[in-house]
């Protein structure tokens, strides 16, 4: 992934998030999940990247700001050639509601995290930097005018 992005439309910013997700699905084993945090301006468009993210991992249900859910979980369904690690299932986790990481350590997150079988997206993770390992793939959304974006990746 390039260290910058400049998005014209929502298109462009799921298409960043495809590609993105096709290309976790191709990494190495490792300890437990794939994390990737979320970070940056309300209407950003962290939601809408992960639309696109969901896509490329197969998945059909639409990806929506979770309002009154803290945490949805979705099975990847691409076929086993291209996910090669064979993660099963990915979640969306959104701290925007959320008053303390304790709210999301209740939801089983450690366990969560420790399963190399999930990839976990997580919408504002600053507010639950305490609880996420450490070396995390992280993104910064900017809002630069009503279709322009800037996607920063750090880590
Ligand atoms: P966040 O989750 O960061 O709060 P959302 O993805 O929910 O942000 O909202 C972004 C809003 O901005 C959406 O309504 C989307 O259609 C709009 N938008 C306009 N241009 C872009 C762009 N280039 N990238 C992403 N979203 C955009
Ligand atoms: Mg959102």
Not at 14 to 40: N, P, S, W
Request: glycine share 8%.
């Amino acid at each position: 992934m390039k260290n910058e992005y400049l998005t014209k439309n929502p298109n462009q910013t799921k298409k960043i998030g495809e590609v993105l997700a096709k290309k976790i699905l191709k990494t190495h084993l490792r300890k437990g999940a794939f994390i990737i945090g979320l970070e940056g301006d309300l209407g950003g468009g962290k939601t809408t990247f992960l639309q696109g993210f969901a896509r490329g991992l197969g998945i059909k249900e639409k990806i929506l700001s979770p309002t009154f859910v803290i945490m949805k979980k979705f099975k990847i369904r691409v076929d086993s050639c291209s996910n090669s690690r064979r993660f099963v299932y990915f979640y969306h986790i959104d701290c925007y509601r959320i008053q303390k990481p304790k709210e999301i350590l209740d939801l089983g997150f450690r366990e969560i995290i420790s399963s190399p079988k999930n990839i976990v997206a997580v919408e504002w993770s600053d507010r639950i930097r305490k609880i996420l390992p450490r070396g995390i793939l992280i993104l910064k959304f900017e809002f630069i005018d009503k279709n322009k974006r800037r996607v920063k990746c750090t880590g």
